[in-house]
């Protein structure tokens, strides 16, 4: 009986976040929040195909969804 593991897909975790538009500094709040779920190697950032899967989900799902409030420079009378 042959056993095969696939491995997930990694793609680095900067790279990630450039492509959503967001800052390094959001990324560090997802992760510190457990938004995103990311896998350390050798000191570098990764997050797997699966972790993005999931990640769109609850965006879609509208898990992560705020009240928006408008900005200082907008209330200015």
């Not at 042959?2 to 450039?18: G, V």
């Not at 995103?36 to 997050?47: C, D, F, H, S």
């Not at 965006?59 to 200082?72: C, N, R, S, Y």
């Amino acid at each position: 009986m042959t056993h095969t593991m696939t491995t997930p897909k990694l793609t680095s975790f900067n790279r990630w976040l450039i492509e959503l538009g967001v800052t390094a500094t959001t990324g560090w709040r997802w992760r510190k929040k457990g938004i995103i779920k990311t896998i350390n190697i050798y000191g570098r950032l990764y997050v797997s195909d699966e972790s993005i899967a999931e990640f769109r989900q609850r965006a879609t799902a509208g898990e992560f969804a705020m009240e928006m409030k408008p900005g200082k420079r907008l209330m200015r009378s």
